[in-house]
């Protein structure tokens, strides 16, 4: 019997042996996103499982928006530690993304408002469903603006709709 590849929703199950606390080093592959947070060598750093991730995500109601680093600094904080790896947190972002629009053909609303989740400096995120056009609809369609720098699109003052825990 062949390979069946994994639904998004099955991607978005939490992993075995998670939360994990690590020690940050230079060679991890999150080093340098952690390093502009502040986050030294040698500090406790956590790696997560995607429901931590998707819980933040469904609280950002409508008219405000987070960043894939708010959402690190709060897991981090509720680990007691110094950072969270924005590599794995991303990437369960952008799961939950595309698990919310494969179920939601289904007829099954998972309840994540994604497009409320930006990339650090307030960027729209390419990678979720229908690209940067449908992530700009439905951001606009909640009354922000957005405007385009070279290729990227970004939320016009998005510091002013953070969501704060």
Same mark, same amino acid.
């Given at each position: 019997?062949?390979y069946?590849?994994?639904t998004?929703?099955e991607?978005?199950?939490?992993k075995e %042996?998670? @939360? =994990?606390?690590?020690?940050?080093?230079?060679?991890? @592959?999150?080093? %340098?996103?952690?390093?502009?947070?502040?986050v030294k060598?040698g500090?406790? /750093? /956590?790696?997560?499982n995607?429901s931590?991730? /998707?819980?933040?995500?469904?609280? /950002?109601p409508y008219?405000?928006v987070?960043?894939? %680093?708010?959402i690190?600094?709060i897991?981090?904080?509720?680990?007691?530690?110094d950072?969270?790896?924005?590599?794995?947190t *991303?990437?369960?972002?952008?799961?939950?993304?595309?698990?919310?629009e494969?179920?939601?053909?289904?007829?099954?609303?998972?309840?994540i @408002?994604?497009?409320?989740?930006?990339?650090?400096?307030?960027?729209? %995120?390419?990678?979720?469903p229908? *690209?940067?056009?449908k992530? =700009?609809?439905l951001?606009?369609?909640?009354g922000?603006?957005?405007l385009?720098?070279?290729?990227?699109y970004?939320?016009?003052?998005?510091?002013?709709y953070?969501?704060h825990?």
């Amino acid at each position: 019997m062949g390979y069946k590849r994994k639904t998004w929703l099955e991607k978005l199950a939490d992993k075995e %042996n998670f @939360p =994990k606390i690590l020690t940050l080093e230079k060679n991890f @592959p999150c080093y %340098n996103a952690l390093h502009k947070m502040g986050v030294k060598e040698g500090d406790r /750093v /956590v790696l997560v499982n995607p429901s931590e991730v /998707v819980e933040i995500m469904k609280k /950002v109601p409508y008219g405000k928006v987070i960043t894939i %680093n708010e959402i690190c600094k709060i897991i981090a904080e509720n680990h007691g530690v110094d950072g969270c790896c924005t590599l794995t947190t *991303g990437i369960f972002i952008t799961t939950a993304a595309n698990a919310s629009e494969e179920v939601t053909k289904e007829g099954i609303n998972l309840g994540i @408002p994604y497009w409320r989740t930006l990339k650090s400096g307030g960027y729209m %995120n390419e990678k979720y469903p229908g *690209g940067l056009e449908k992530h =700009k609809d439905l951001l606009m369609n909640e009354g922000f603006q957005i405007l385009k720098k070279g290729k990227k699109y970004f939320v016009k003052d998005f510091e002013k709709y953070l969501y704060h825990e």
